[in-house]
């Protein structure tokens, strides 16, 4: 089978580097959807409280109900409750669906300052409050997203300039006591001196940011990937390996199919273009269930670090590591 194999070392480590950029393990809001990036859910929540972590975000309700256990503050990015939560806040993200809360509901408005992708629009801000306020929901933050924080350009800076515009209007408001907060991994690091109220944070604590500031240099990947070798054939020059015979043997050699395939999480436009970390280069087309390698391990690693997927692959380690199926067994090592 294959598996999945966190580590918890430099888990923690990665932490120990964004609490330092947040100056409290308290402030730091660890991004927990899409089963964790992949790595699974109930698992890194697990280990974040070990840690002590107590604020996470997800997408949906049933994964704040898989986790509440383990937090005192769930924020979900994009779902509506039946019922209202003390520990569960929940996304405005548009003005209209501000009806459809249950009364008494703990809410966060999503402001939308330059992405354009969703959030409500900076001059609908008193009105959307108001809204709120007449649903009986409980206001508790106010927050944005940047959309280009990991690329070094100014508009981080014009972003921070127009949320600084949010802050201060809804405080003339009257909003003096809501909490504020806009940075995700990328944008936490490249501040100076953080000083909002939460940070976002999910690809750091999975080690694999790839902005361009420096001071994430540290980080480290904290998922790694093997597979199980289903069977070895002694195949000779001129065969070729899997569908489509794409892969045409350029020497006799011993080939080996492993138990990991695109239905697994493998990006197949990889067939025929990946080498494992061990130097076992991948042979013709990914299967469905499977992949052949010129190796005769009984185990492979796959991957150890999915930046260096995702540039293989032309795509992010976000979905690398999200294609990542909640089916695969995960382990914890040290
Ligand atoms: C996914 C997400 C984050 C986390 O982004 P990273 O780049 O992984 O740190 C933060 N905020 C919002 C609103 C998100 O959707």
Redesign the pocket.
Known sequence: MPKITLNKTKFFNNLDIIADKTKSKDKIAL?L?DNA?GHGLELVAQMAQEYGIKKA?V?TTNEAKIIKKFFTYILV?ADIPQVADATIRY?INDKTTIKDFPQGTKVEL?VDTLMHRNGIAMDALERAIEAIKHQGLLLEAI?T?HRS??ELSSEWFVQNELFTQVKEKAKALGYEELRYHS??????FRYEDFDEDMA???????GC?ESKASTQKALQPILSLSASKNSTSQLSRGERVGYGGSYVMKTGAKVSNYDFGYADGFMRILSNNYTTPNGEKLLGKISMDNSSFLSEAEEIVIFKDAREVAKLAQTIP?EVLTSLKADIVREVIF
Do not use: P, Q
Not at 183 to 188: G, T
Not at 200 to 206: E, P
């Open positions: 991004v959807k990036y975000v997408r990015l996304t999503k927050f997203h924080a990991d940075a995700n991994s990328a944008s936490l976002r944070v999910g690809i750091a604590a999975y940011l976000y």
